[in-house]
């Protein structure tokens, strides 16, 4: 079993839409929670990270963290067309183990 | 500051041939790791290495050889190149006493094995 699994989509939404992004986790010591976002043929760049659980908002994005049922969320408010991107959910135990990947492209 | 750096940035080999791809950093980070991305899978840890001189393995470290032999720089090293290597590799460093958003990534090497 992986350690994160994530939908890899890909997810299409019009301008200004809210985009809902997932994953769940197998280990329930994992405490650091990262989203990275990957433009088309660049490498990852972090996003956002949450230690331990509850939400972390910056600016147009909010990450969340379920501990109870081992799922992280990515919310992209207010989204815009250079948020079309590849976002990848990784759990950081003194490694990094990403999920798959969602490719999300923003309709103008 | 150039942070990290890949060379080449493609390449297409033929199956049984060898290549090393030289990943190069430049923020004295102890930490260094090699990782491939395909469709659907993320990226995979290869191998990596926590310091000049050492090499440990990550997920998936068959058919793929490492050196550490400059703090700056991580040799990934493919002996005998399978179709199955076909794909695009990232290198990452980050400092030893960092935190989980300390790790920066090169901007890849893509490539294709024939």
């Known amino acids: 079993q992986k350690e994160v699994e994530q939908d890899p989509g890909p997810l299409s939404v019009p301008e200004g839409a809210i985009v809902s992004l997932n994953c769940t986790y197998s280990n329930s010591a994992f405490q650091y929670f990262m989203w990275y976002r990957q433009y088309s043929r660049k490498g990852p760049e972090l996003l956002m990270y949450t230690y331990s659980s509850g939400n972390k908002e910056d600016g147009r994005f909010t990450a969340q963290v379920d501990k109870s049922s081992k799922y992280i969320s990515l919310f992209i408010r207010d989204s815009q067309p250079s948020d079309s991107a590849t976002y990848l959910c990784a759990i950081y135990d003194y490694k990094l183990s990403f999920g798959a990947g969602t490719t999300v492209t923003v309709r103008a | 500051n150039a942070g990290v750096t890949q060379t080449p940035k493609f390449r297409v080999l033929k199956t049984g041939q060898s290549m090393t791809l030289l990943c190069a950093q430049d923020m004295n980070h102890e930490y260094m790791y090699w990782y491939r991305q395909d469709p659907g899978m993320g990226l995979r840890l290869i191998h990596y290495s926590v310091g000049e001189g050492t090499t440990a393995k990550g997920e998936v470290p068959d058919g793929y050889n490492v050196s550490r032999l400059k703090k700056q720089n991580f040799l990934l090293g493919l002996e005998s190149a399978a179709p199955s290597q076909t794909s695009v590799y990232f290198c990452?460093?980050?400092?030893?006493?960092?935190?989980?958003?300390?790790?920066?990534f090169g901007p890849g090497t893509r490539l294709t094995v024939l």
């Open positions: 990452a460093s980050s400092p030893p006493s960092g935190g989980p958003d300390t790790q920066y």
